[in-house]
């Protein structure tokens, strides 16, 4: 049981690394990024990736602490 914390910290540190590799634009925003240039769509994507990851960590830190409370002892 010692291993789970180990193993999500890993994934949260490649995903970190990964990070600036991934693409999160819809349609609009792409067209968007493609008239700005380069520099900037680069950093509009992090910016959506950014307030995309917010969520995602606020629930699966609720779900943690609700998986933790309601374990079987």
């Not at 917010?54 to 602490?65: E, K, M, N, S, T």
């Amino acid at each position: 049981m010692k291993k789970w914390p180990l193993i999500i910290l890993l994934i949260l540190f490649f995903s970190i690394f990964l990070f600036q590799y991934s693409v999160a634009q819809c349609s609009i925003c792409t067209k968007t990024a493609q008239q700005l240039g380069e520099k900037p769509a680069q950093g509009m994507n992090s910016g959506i990736l950014y307030l995309a990851f917010a969520p995602f960590a606020i629930v699966g830190f609720i779900g943690y602490r609700w998986w933790s409370k309601n374990k079987p002892s």
